[in-house]
């Protein structure tokens, strides 16, 4: 009876054992995801140097794995506060693509003691962005700010590339979105566009009349010029034919259309005496 008490409770004793072992193997398995490496931290000894790659990993359950991406994830902001060099209040939304470098997420563990990267993403990060942006926004007037967007976001994404780099992390993509100036402000910049594409009609119709004036001129020049080249062909003409009118042709030609009347006398010339024909 006492034999079979002992066998009962080794049987339950094995059991538990079996169970507990599972349970603790279930626990430190982890899993790193694809574009992710682990850092673990070792509630004994701190830090480890090792990183895990991605996949599966069997990690003892008084240890703790934090995943930073090291391949590129995509982070935007909405509404940051900037300001402009005349004192403009604007809002911007951005956009950019970063990924934490491989051979620094352990230092990146340990500046932010080991925060998520969600955490660092909407603290750390986006405070960077906005001082990069800043530092560009308030060399430009809010005017200039929409003038030479392209200028200022390429500014803006440079100054933040070399900035979150010194920490670790490698930023690429930066996009600016469209500067939201209070209304106040929104409105005179309004006034200044509206005058300014005012202006550039005003311009265009300007030009407009100045191409038809020419054409005009241009007209005018032809037909003068054609005018004259006329009247230079007529007086060219008319000379030929006085050149070419001799008195003997006159007087042939006067013959040829006399009709026999008695009345017209015409003075035939040429010969060694004048013959007159017709006539009284």
Same mark, same amino acid.
């Given at each position: 009876?006492?034999?079979?008490?002992?066998?009962?409770?080794? %049987?339950?004793?094995?059991?538990?054992?079996?169970?507990?072992?599972?349970?603790? %193997?279930?626990?430190?398995?982890?899993?790193?995801?694809?574009?992710?490496?682990?850092?673990?931290?070792?509630?004994?000894?701190?830090?480890?140097?090792?990183?895990?790659?991605?996949?599966?990993?069997?990690?003892?359950?008084?240890?703790?794995?934090?995943?930073?991406?090291?391949?590129?994830?995509?982070?935007?902001?909405?509404?940051?506060?900037?300001?402009?060099?005349?004192?403009?209040?604007?809002?911007?939304?951005?956009?950019?693509?970063? %990924? /934490?470098?491989?051979?620094?997420?352990?230092?990146?563990?340990?500046?932010?003691?080991?925060?998520?990267?969600?955490?660092?993403?909407?603290?750390?990060?986006?405070?960077?962005?906005?001082?990069?942006?800043?530092?560009?926004?308030?060399?430009?007037?809010?005017?200039? *700010?929409?003038?030479?967007?392209?200028?200022?976001?390429?500014?803006?994404?440079?100054?933040? *590339?070399?900035?979150? /780099?010194?920490?670790?992390?490698?930023?690429?993509?930066?996009?600016?979105?469209?500067?939201?100036?209070?209304?106040?402000?929104?409105?005179?910049?309004?006034?200044?566009?509206? %005058?300014?594409?005012?202006?550039?009609?005003? /311009?265009?119709?300007?030009?407009?009349?100045?191409?038809?004036?020419?054409?005009?001129?241009?007209?005018?020049?032809?037909?003068?010029?054609?005018?004259?080249?006329?009247?230079?062909?007529?007086?060219?003409?008319?000379?030929?034919?006085?050149?070419?009118?001799?008195?003997?042709?006159?007087?042939?030609?006067?013959?040829?259309?006399?009709?026999?009347?008695?009345?017209?006398?015409?003075?035939?010339?040429?010969?060694?005496?004048?013959?007159?024909?017709?006539?009284?």
């Amino acid at each position: 009876m006492l034999k079979t008490g002992k066998a009962k409770l080794g %049987a339950v004793l094995v059991g538990l054992a079996i169970i507990l072992g599972g349970v603790l %193997a279930i626990m430190s398995i982890t899993q790193v995801d694809q574009g992710h490496i682990g850092v673990v931290y070792n509630r004994s000894g701190g830090v480890e140097k090792q990183t895990l790659g991605q996949g599966w990993h069997f990690v003892s359950p008084w240890k703790k794995v934090t995943q930073y991406p090291v391949a590129m994830e995509t982070v935007s902001y909405e509404d940051v506060p900037l300001a402009t060099k005349d004192g403009k209040p604007l809002d911007i939304d951005a956009t950019y693509n970063y %990924a /934490n470098n491989p051979e620094k997420v352990v230092d990146i563990f340990n500046k932010f003691k080991g925060a998520k990267p969600e955490v660092i993403e909407n603290t750390f990060l986006q405070s960077r962005m906005k001082d990069a942006a800043l530092s560009v926004t308030s060399k430009y007037t809010i005017l200039e *700010i929409f003038q030479k967007r392209e200028q200022i976001k390429t500014e803006i994404e440079q100054e933040f *590339i070399k900035d979150a /780099n010194k920490y670790g992390f490698v930023v690429s993509d930066f996009v600016l979105g469209t500067p939201k100036p209070d209304e106040k402000t929104q409105k005179a910049i309004q006034n200044v566009v509206d %005058a300014q594409q005012k202006l550039e009609a005003m /311009n265009v119709e300007k030009q407009q009349a100045e191409v038809q004036a020419e054409k005009a001129k241009v007209e005018a020049q032809g037909k003068a010029d054609a005018a004259i080249i006329k009247a230079k062909a007529e007086a060219e003409a008319n000379k030929v034919v006085s050149e070419s009118l001799t008195p003997e042709v006159i007087e042939m030609k006067r013959i040829e259309k006399w009709d026999g009347d008695k009345n017209v006398q015409t003075k035939v010339v040429g010969s060694d005496s004048d013959v007159i024909v017709g006539g009284k």
